[in-house]
């Protein structure tokens, strides 16, 4: 299939509105990527009480005196994503959002997005697995990042017992920030399409590495969904921006991937038409 991308917002719009759709129309316009992905948590939920109260790692990178304070200021309502969803398809765009718990599954499942994402931190939440797959009639795409094999396989197993696997996308993915090329194991993609690739929907390749040259070996090796982190400025206040790509990198992104698409195929016959000229006038006549 035609490589599908996804731009992640995330968190990186610094909890302004304006911001957050300036990004989705940049990457509409400019960048022509299929998708754009937030988040939504409910941070109380997600946190425990000493996690919420602690001081961020980085306290550059905060927008509260404490690590709850600052997630708080980066989340929108869900009227706000409701707002940001429309805005996407007026731009022509497909809305998402990876969603962090039970609470954040319901207000994001009462829009009806195209399909709902579960980072690798929450594939073994299966409350929340659970509920999404007996309520929400979309599609559903989860990272398999810091998760061992018998964790997938596990995973796979209840999506294929709740009639789910087949409208699932499954992530090869390294949980960093940013990830260095030799911990992005590539050939992760090789072993979920293998053992997988038959029961889900299809596999994606979830980078947080820099550069765009591993999507497109990660492309030849069977990913067809694609998601990066994607920035206005990647020296802007957060964790996120320096793993993310600027406009003009996701531009170049889906170009490559779709020109290797476009590549990647057999001759039609033994000689194209665009050789036959070049081999009546070149070809040694024996």
């Not at 299966?126 to 396989?153: H, P, R």
């Not at 017992?161 to 940013?178: F, H, L, M």
């Not at 067809?224 to 406009?247: C, I, M, Q, V």
Request: glycine letters at 6%; charged letters at 25%; proline letters at 3%.
């Amino acid at each position: 299939m035609k490589p599908f991308v996804i731009a992640e917002i995330g968190c990186n719009h610094m909890g302004d509105l304006e911001i957050a759709k300036e990004m989705i129309k940049t990457a509409a316009v400019f960048s022509n990527v299929n998708a754009v992905k937030f988040q939504k948590r409910n941070n109380k939920e997600v946190l425990s009480e000493e996690q919420y109260n602690a001081p961020h790692p980085n306290p550059y990178n905060s927008y509260g005196n404490t690590y709850g304070e600052h997630r708080e200021f980066l989340e929108f309502t869900v009227e706000q994503h409701k707002e940001l969803k429309k805005y996407c398809e007026e731009w022509g765009l497909v809305y998402s959002t990876s969603v962090w718990d039970l609470t954040s599954a319901k207000e994001i499942a009462s829009l009806q997005p195209e399909f709902i994402k579960i980072p690798s931190a929450q594939n073994n939440n299966y409350k929340m697995l659970e509920w999404l797959c007996d309520n929400y009639a979309g599609e559903l795409q989860i990272s398999v990042g810091m998760t061992s094999k018998a964790e997938v396989k596990e995973l796979v197993e209840f999506l294929v017992e709740k009639n789910r696997a087949k409208d699932t996308v499954i992530y090869s993915c390294t949980s960093g920030y940013p990830v260095p090329d030799e911990d992005v194991c590539l050939l992760e993609i090789t072993y979920l399409r293998e053992n997988f690739g038959n029961i889900v929907k299809s596999i994606g390749f979830s980078g947080h590495h820099n550069g765009i040259s591993l999507d497109i070996a990660a492309y030849t090796l069977g990913a067809e969904y694609f998601e990066r982190h994607f920035t206005l400025n990647r020296t802007w206040k957060g964790t996120d921006h320096a793993a993310s790509l600027e406009p003009d990198g996701m531009r170049r992104l889906v170009r490559n991937l779709i020109s290797v698409s476009k590549a990647l195929t057999y001759k039609k016959e033994d000689i194209l038409d665009i050789e036959k000229v070049q081999r009546n006038k070149l070809k040694y006549d024996k």
